[in-house]
């Protein structure tokens, strides 16, 4: 079984300040890693996700998160964060292999302000 | 056009009564799911289904009843409701082979 441990459930921080979430999984057997956005009110929508090869993966919008498989980790990072970037991030964790659940830590808010 | 959409997006009912949340994904994929996110935000499988066929059934009460007409098709039902059922239900859909699920907008269901 996976389970999957975010640190910090509240990041706030300043406009233009770098910004790391932290996630932790457990499992015994592969896995791909995902971190979630959901903005207030709205669904879930794929901000990045790692599969396999390279352990740094970016998003469109200024987020990248390395795997470290020896510390089981896959923080999240942004260099300078903005007010729209406020939202709740959810890291979240599959078997190795497409159709299972997806097993979610319990979220972090990020909230920017000004 | 949304990918994943669901209805009602909210749902206000009283205790005991019964009721369905719909789901439909045109995206082509063989695999939907129901995920409860609780008032603390923790969202959690329920059920998953994969080509009309039930694969993942997680410690739900009996109330709650998935079923996939077809496979772009799945509906929630639940028989008589409490209160601790007040939650937002999301639906997802991936494609066998591939990794991402993809969400819909949420329902969020109040019951009172």
């Known amino acids: 079984a996976q389970s999957v441990t975010q640190l910090d459930s509240q990041v706030p921080v300043f406009e233009e300040a770098p910004v790391e979430l932290r996630c932790n999984y457990s499992?015994?057997?592969?896995?791909?890693l995902f971190w979630y956005v959901q903005y207030p009110n709205q669904g879930l929508q794929l901000l990045l996700k790692?599969?396999?090869?390279?352990?740094l993966v970016e998003s469109i919008n200024g987020f990248e998160a390395e795997f470290n498989k020896s510390q089981t980790s896959f923080h999240l990072r942004k260099p300078s964060v903005h007010i729209s970037d406020t939202a709740e991030y959810f890291c979240a964790v599959s078997e190795n292999q497409a159709g299972t659940a997806l097993i979610f830590g319990k979220g972090t808010t990020l909230s920017v302000s000004s | 056009d949304t990918a994943v959409s669901q209805t009602p997006k909210y749902l206000v009912t009283q205790m005991g009564n019964d009721k369905s949340i719909k789901c439909e994904q045109n995206?082509?994929?063989?695999?939907m799911y129901w995920y409860k996110q609780d008032s603390k935000k923790f969202l959690k499988i329920m059920f998953s289904?994969?080509?009309?066929?039930?694969?993942i059934n997680e410690t739900v009460p009996n109330r709650f009843s998935p079923k996939s007409p077809d496979k772009a098709h799945l509906n929630l039902h639940i028989n008589s409701l409490e209160l601790g059922d007040s939650a937002v239900y999301f639906c997802?859909?991936?494609?066998?082979?591939?990794?991402?699920?993809?969400f819909g907008p949420g329902t969020r269901l109040t019951v009172l």
């Open positions: 997802a859909s991936s494609q066998v082979g591939r990794d991402t699920q993809y």
């Open positions: 790692y599969l396999s090869g390279s352990t």
């Open positions: 289904y994969n080509n009309k066929e039930l694969i």
């Open positions: 995206l082509g994929h063989d695999t």
């Open positions: 499992s015994s057997v592969s896995v791909y």
